[in-house]
């Protein structure tokens, strides 16, 4: 399948979801995975394989725009019931 064709099933199936297709390219699902897996706490070498990417900054690009909640080390934090006080 041709990066076009799958860009073009792609937007279809935001539409059909109710999305706009306007900012659906076929890097979403990439970005997307991303983002979760690194919000779920996995290690840049996982980011890496699963995006086939052979350079950390490539996946640090994929997933800058994390907010610090969703990074690891906010995951963690909630688990600690963390208040900004030390301990």
Do not use: F
Not at 14 to 39: C, F, K, M, V, Y
């Amino acid at each position: 399948m041709s990066p076009s064709t799958l860009a073009r099933r792609i937007r279809a199936a935001a539409e059909a979801a109710g999305l706009d297709p306007a900012n659906i390219t076929s890097h979403s699902p990439r970005l997307g995975i991303a983002q979760d897996l690194a919000a779920a706490g996995v290690p840049m070498p996982g980011l890496m394989q699963a995006g086939r990417w052979k350079s950390p900054a490539t996946a640090v690009r994929y997933t800058e725009h994390l907010s610090a909640s969703d990074t690891p080390a906010g995951q963690y934090l909630k688990t600690q019931h963390y208040r900004g006080k030390a301990a």
